[in-house]
């Protein structure tokens, strides 16, 4: 709202002459923004009374704000859906004051919606439908229109070659408003509904789950079923309309004016046909319905509502609608969920910290960055210092019992969060509770989650710290002290082959001698690949860059920025020594050779040589899944480098692609000028030789932008060729381990669910997951190439999930 109040107000402003007129018009509009956006907020008077305050204030101004009013509550019914029936009744109240006014909002909401829509903006467009239910409570809408849309957002369900997250998205708006609007239309159209909500139940039988295993948070279905989002809230509505829709958690300002509201005229919706699929839509992928705590885990106070319990469902939708509108401003967040309103009939806090890892550990990804659930978090402590910080304890105790069930990737998340969090309290914590951890395999996800947990500790405090706040008897998960590993100063250096060029090479580094000069020292380190009579420069010398690296990385392990400077200053003899891809390999091992104590140097120091194309990313791919690195595979490092390494790809292809279409809106823009131009030519009567010099230069320019195009359009294909190259790598790589592991287990009759194999098959799933939008444009080439019939069922069903999220 506020990025369009500029341009709404200079454009009402710049009506006036004088330019001193213009600010008693806008300063009316922002107050009546201001007025709009904060009605249901905390007041000395009561709700219902501000309402009908704000509405007799609107009612006044209309005649000179209306088109303002009607934007500022179009928006506030997209941005705002927490406070939903508050504007609702609001816009019932002026709806009875001046009906010709409700039904220019009815239509500007219906305008609205297509453009949602037509935008992919598919969140939005749930509120403003829901919006729209709920105005058939304030006798704004007729029940009968309602239903008529209801039933052509369901008629999708019966179209043909269309994905079916398209048909669910529309059966999910449809159910999602019901708890809203069901009494009513159910009072008024009940032939009507049960044939809608019968065609909804022989959809939702029909429907594929395929998808289902990779959405969830757990693999086991105990304490809490993990439920498809859809069987959840249909499971729900069900129950509602057995309870003869009656609930008790919607707050409906609107029955205290029932007798003013029932006097209003109503108006009926303009007929609403869904628009047809587009085949470059984004759909909102299936999710699953994330359950932590029950009414058994909040023993004191309210009772919270059963899982299936239409109740449920109102609080999470509210709760998740004020995180997404507040999330930017922690504070404001943290105060908002806390001031929820009939937060005395429910236990809040579990709530509250329910919905919030809900979203930090949904998948495929959070709906905001992880970082900022962890300042939530924090901020709710300060704010209830008393209560939250044990509800948050208590949470934290339940995810590691079920770490054995947890999908990886949830993992990942638990431990950036419990690191961040920790460090947030000076790393205090009840180490002795998780001590069960210490008595089994260390490759077990509860050992392990410690051991991650305190690496990153190590990463946001220091080493001594953590061996001082941890148990000694915690000493087997303690991370090794970050040190550099040096082998040319250890005591039988002296007996390496390398060794005399690296006390020759360090003491040329800090004489500060030329490049030349050193690779001179470096041609002549012994090959080991080599025979005395092979002709020089033919093989592969790992030793040069053994020695040189090594030395480099030594001279400089002062520091992160030590490490970058000396990176930077040898970047030419670096890419002379990594010229081929045997080099690339070699270079990464090194860095984890000499820094394998130090994962977030070899993490930072990797990222360095991709910006600076000392090592590609296919190399990066590929030394992570070499040999070199299979006892380091399943730790969190490795795969934190990996998913860098995507994004780094996927950003370097969208660069790319993003200059590409901008030579050419460029080119076109220029056509157009062009041709605009040469229509005026008749017009023209000015001098001819300038008129030729100009239309040289825009020739000339023209002909600069085609070639830029060309070149440009080359560019993208090697990068979209070097992208897809990535990914058949690491599914390669993926393939070829899986494979391994089964047929070992086949072969010793051994079961092949061990820690190692759902930690890889869930890192193949992780893959999948975090880089959808990208490997979908490959899908083809995977299909042919690498996920084909003959392959394992095992490997070949995370696939087939993957494929299911975008049926």
């Known amino acids: 709202?506020?990025?369009?109040?500029?341009?709404?107000?200079?454009?009402?402003?710049?009506?006036?002459?004088?330019?001193?007129?213009?600010?008693?018009?806008?300063?009316?509009?922002?107050?009546?923004?201001?007025?709009?956006?904060?009605?249901?907020?905390?007041?000395?008077?009561?709700?219902?009374?501000?309402?009908?305050?704000?509405?007799?204030?609107?009612?006044?101004?209309?005649?000179?704000?209306?088109?303002?009013?009607?934007?500022?509550?179009?928006?506030?019914?997209?941005?705002?859906?927490?406070?939903?029936?508050?504007?609702?009744?609001?816009?019932?109240?002026?709806?009875?004051?001046?009906?010709?006014?409700?039904?220019?909002?009815?239509?500007?909401?219906?305008?609205?919606?297509?453009?949602?829509?037509?935008?992919?903006?598919?969140?939005?467009?749930?509120?403003?439908?829901?919006?729209?239910?709920?105005?058939?409570?304030?006798?704004?809408?007729?029940?009968?229109?309602?239903?008529?849309?209801?039933?052509?957002?369901?008629?999708?369900?019966?179209?043909?070659?269309?994905?079916?997250?398209?048909?669910?998205?529309?059966?999910?708006?449809?159910?999602?408003?019901?708890?809203?609007?069901?009494?009513?239309?159910?009072?008024?159209?009940?032939?009507?509904?049960?044939?809608?909500?019968?065609?909804?139940?022989?959809?939702?039988?029909?429907?594929?789950?395929?998808?289902?295993?990779?959405?969830?948070?757990?693999?086991?279905?105990?304490?809490?079923?993990?439920?498809?989002?859809?069987?959840?809230?249909?499971?729900?509505?069900?129950?509602?309309?057995?309870?003869?829709?009656?609930?008790?958690?919607?707050?409906?300002?609107?029955?205290?004016?029932?007798?003013?509201?029932?006097?209003?005229?109503?108006?009926?919706?303009?007929?609403?046909?869904?628009?047809?699929?587009?085949?470059?839509?984004?759909?909102?992928?299936?999710?699953?319905?994330?359950?932590?705590?029950?009414?058994?885990?909040?023993?004191?106070?309210?009772?919270?509502?059963?899982?299936?319990?239409?109740?449920r469902f109102v609080i999470e939708e509210n709760l998740h609608c004020i995180i997404n509108t507040h999330w930017k401003e922690r504070k404001s967040c943290a105060a908002q969920l806390l001031s929820y309103p009939g937060k005395n009939k429910i236990p809040l806090n579990y709530h509250i910290v329910e919905v919030i890892f809900g979203e930090l550990l949904q998948l495929p990804t959070p709906p905001h960055i992880d970082v900022m659930y962890t300042t939530l978090l924090i901020e709710l402590c300060k704010l209830q210092p008393g209560s939250l910080p044990q509800v948050l304890a208590q949470a934290t105790e339940m995810l590691y019992m079920r770490l054995e069930t947890m999908n990886t990737s949830c993992i990942d998340r638990l431990i950036n969060w419990f690191s961040h969090h920790l460090s947030n309290f000076q790393f205090r914590w009840s180490w002795d509770d998780w001590s069960d951890c210490l008595t089994v395999d260390l490759e077990k996800p509860k050992p392990k989650f410690v051991k991650e947990v305190l690496e990153k500790s190590m990463r946001l405090s220091y080493h001594q710290r953590i061996v001082d706040i941890v148990p000694a008897t915690f000493s087997a998960l303690i991370p090794a002290e970050p040190i550099f590993t040096y082998k040319y100063e250890e005591e039988s250096a002296s007996s390496l082959p390398g060794y005399p060029a690296s006390i020759t090479v360090g003491n040329a580094i800090k004489s500060r001698a030329s490049n030349e000069e050193i690779l001179t020292i470096l041609k002549e380190v012994p090959n080991p690949n080599q025979e005395d009579d092979d002709d020089e420069g033919e093989s592969f010398n790992p030793l040069k860059i053994d020695v040189f690296l090594q030395t480099l990385l030594h001279l400089a392990a002062k520091s992160f920025s030590h490490s970058f400077s000396a990176l930077g200053k040898f970047h030419e003899i670096l890419k002379v020594l990594t010229e081929r891809d045997e080099g690339k390999l070699h270079i990464l091992k090194v860095v984890y050779e000499v820094w394998r104590n130090h994962p977030q140097m070899i993490a930072v120091l990797v990222d360095k040589m991709i910006r600076t194309q000392i090592v590609d990313c296919a190399a990066v791919a590929n030394w992570l899944f070499s040999q070199d690195m299979a006892h380091e595979f399943t730790r969190l490092f490795v795969w934190e480098i990996l998913h860098s390494t995507i994004r780094k790809m996927n950003k370097h292809v969208q660069k790319i692609q993003q200059e590409l279409e901008e030579a050419k809106d460029k080119l076109e823009k220029q056509h157009n000028k062009k041709q605009r131009d040469s229509g005026d030519d008749e017009d023209i009567d000015m001098d001819k030789n300038s008129d030729k010099n100009s239309d040289k230069n825009s020739e000339d320019e023209g002909g600069q932008l085609e070639e830029q195009i060309e070149r440009l359009q080359e560019k993208v294909e090697s990068a979209q060729s070097e992208q897809k190259n990535l990914f058949l790598v690491i599914f390669q790589r993926f393939i070829m381990l899986l494979t391994e592991h089964l047929v070992r287990c086949e072969t010793g009759s051994v079961d092949i669910s061990t820690p190692w194999y759902k930690n890889c098959i869930e890192r193949l799933q992780q893959v999948f997951l975090m880089h959808h939008v990208t490997i979908q444009q490959y899908m083809g080439t995977l299909e042919n190439l690498l996920f084909t019939a003959e392959l394992d069922h095992h490997i070949l069903a995370v696939y087939q999930q993957f494929c299911a999220l975008q049926l």
Not at 117 to 138: I, P, Q, W
Not at 145 to 150: G, L, P
Not at 176 to 199: A, F, I, N, T
Not at 223 to 233: F, G, N
Request: contains cysteine; hydrophobic residues 35%; charged residues 25%.
């Open 1 to 311: 709202m506020s990025r369009r109040r500029h341009s709404d107000s200079d454009n009402e402003g710049s009506q006036t002459h004088k330019r001193r007129r213009t600010s008693e018009p806008i300063e009316i509009e922002d107050r009546l923004e201001s007025l709009i956006c904060r009605v249901g907020e905390k007041s000395t008077s009561s709700l219902e009374s501000n309402l009908e305050g704000l509405a007799g204030v609107l009612e006044a101004d209309l005649p000179n704000y209306k088109n303002k009013i009607l934007r500022i509550l179009c928006s506030v019914a997209r941005i705002l859906p927490e406070k939903l029936t508050v504007y609702t009744t609001l816009v019932g109240l002026l709806n009875a004051r001046n009906y010709n006014f409700g039904g220019e909002f009815v239509e500007a909401m219906i305008r609205q919606l297509k453009e949602t829509l037509k935008n992919n903006l598919y969140n939005e467009a749930v509120y403003l439908v829901r919006f729209l239910s709920d105005l058939v409570n304030c006798h704004v809408i007729a029940a009968p229109s309602m239903v008529a849309m209801f039933e052509n957002f369901v008629s999708v369900t019966q179209e043909e070659d269309v994905p079916q997250v398209r048909s669910d998205w529309f059966v999910y708006v449809v159910l999602s408003c019901l708890p809203w609007v069901g009494k009513e239309l159910y009072e008024k159209k009940d032939v009507e509904m049960d044939r809608l909500l019968s065609q909804i139940e022989g959809y939702l039988k029909g429907r594929v789950k395929t998808h289902l295993p990779m959405l969830q948070v757990w693999t086991a279905e105990k304490p809490h079923l993990q439920e498809e989002y859809l069987d959840c809230l249909w499971a729900q509505i069900q129950k509602l309309k057995k309870d003869r829709w009656q609930e008790r958690h919607v707050l409906r300002p609107y029955i205290a004016f029932d007798s003013v509201l029932c006097e209003a005229l109503q108006h009926n919706l303009p007929p609403f046909t869904p628009p047809g699929h587009m085949p470059g839509a984004q759909y909102p992928m299936p999710r699953v319905v994330f359950r932590m705590f029950d009414y058994t885990d909040a023993p004191e106070g309210p009772v919270m509502p059963g899982s299936h319990s239409v109740e």
